[in-house]
């Protein structure tokens, strides 16, 4: 079993960047598919990216398409979720989440989420 530990949120201004992180710990990161998500005030949770265990393959949620990166060190047992081009619509707790099941396709994972789930970190953007 995996756990997840979130950093790297915080306020930023709309139009600025910043870079969610997230640790893993008690398992090789190797061993799972790695995701983001997220949930604003109000809102259900949703997906925002995933990427394969090897880091060859990602796939986004369109609302994030060209704005951020998803990428992992699995040296560092580490994932993180470069966002860019912020709007106060961004603003949400971010999840880290995993998923050993790396038999299912990107589109399960991004309806049904992930097994594993970090405590979330706060991103907050101003207008």
């Known amino acids: 079993q995996v756990q997840l530990v979130e950093s790297g949120g915080g306020l930023v201004q709309a139009g600025g960047s910043l870079r969610v992180s997230c640790a893993a710990s008690g398992r090789a990161l190797s061993s799972y598919v790695m995701g983001w998500f997220r949930q604003a005030p109000g809102k259900e949770r949703e997906f925002v990216a995933l990427i394969r265990r090897s880091g060859g393959s990602t796939y986004y949620a369109d609302f994030v398409q060209g704005r951020s990166t998803i990428s992992r060190d699995n040296a560092k047992n580490s994932v993180y979720l470069q966002m860019n081009s912020l709007n106060p619509e961004d603003t949400a707790v971010y999840y880290c989440?995993?998923?050993?099941?790396?038999?299912?396709?990107?589109?399960?994972?991004?309806?049904?989420?992930?097994?594993?789930w970090g405590k979330g970190t706060l991103v907050t953007v101003s207008s």
């Open positions: 989440a995993a998923d050993e099941r790396a038999y299912l396709g990107d589109s399960y994972f991004s309806r049904y989420g992930m097994t594993y």
